[in-house]
């Protein structure tokens, strides 16, 4: 089955730097990868994602970039905003199923 | 679109109590629903995939007589919590996943449950 592992697991970065998020994934035959972001207490909102027919996709400040050979997909966050504090999940499809990474809590400092 | 809510949002028992918690889909109809578990400052577990008008499909280790699951309509599951304790409390979430879609989900707000 599928599995998950995302690093860092903590982010620090100055206001306007960049910030990345690593996921590998195990099983070759996946071929969706979101992105979520989790504020304190409320649910998580999807704010890109990726298929395997392409290996990059851009959103203003966001950028996800897939590496298929590798098995990994990685988030780009550029001039990073102190909005952008979060807790950040990405996800591999199981079937139907998604299975989510750890998580990485970044914390942008003003 | 694709507006998921729950309910509700916050909800406090007394152990031995059962509780439930439902999860619609607003504005489109979901073949299937899935419930997560969320403990803080943790990932989210997938405890049980609902799918309208048949059983959930429980995930190893998840208690299906504790987690009981309904899906009685393509707008509608609920996730009752029975005979709850103190180890149950936790943030429980919930997702939807409309028929025209494979993996897109939907997330529901949470209902965060805590038992005395």
């Known amino acids: 089955g599928e599995n998950v592992e995302q690093h860092p697991s903590t982010l620090s970065v100055q206001e306007g730097d960049s910030a990345v998020i690593k996921c590998t994934y195990s099983d070759s035959a996946s071929n969706y990868f979101p992105w979520y972001k989790q504020e304190l207490g409320k649910r998580p909102q999807l704010i890109i994602d990726i298929r395997s027919n392409v290996g990059e996709k851009k959103d203003q400040r966001i950028a996800v970039t897939l590496n298929k050979t590798a098995k990994h997909f990685s988030l780009h966050i550029t001039e990073t905003q102190p909005e952008d504090s979060a807790v950040y999940f990405c996800a591999a499809p199981r079937t139907y199923k998604y299975i989510f990474g750890t998580g990485t809590r970044l914390k942008v400092l003003a | 679109g694709a507006v998921v809510s729950q309910h509700p949002s916050r909800v406090i028992c007394k152990s031995g109590t059962s509780v439930k918690i439902e999860c619609r889909s607003l504005d489109f109809q979901a073949t299937t629903m899935f419930w997560y578990r969320q403990f803080p400052k943790q990932s989210l577990m997938l405890m049980a995939t609902s799918n309208e008008g048949s059983k959930a499909t429980y995930e190893q280790g998840v208690e299906k007589d504790k987690f009981l699951i309904n899906h009685a309509s393509l707008t509608l599951s609920t996730l009752t919590v029975t005979s709850a304790h103190p180890e149950d409390s936790s943030f429980y979430i919930c997702?939807?996943?409309?028929?025209?879609?494979?993996?897109?989900?939907?997330f529901g707000p949470g209902t965060r449950l805590t038992v005395t």
């Open positions: 997702s939807a996943r409309t028929s025209g879609t494979f993996y897109e989900q939907y």
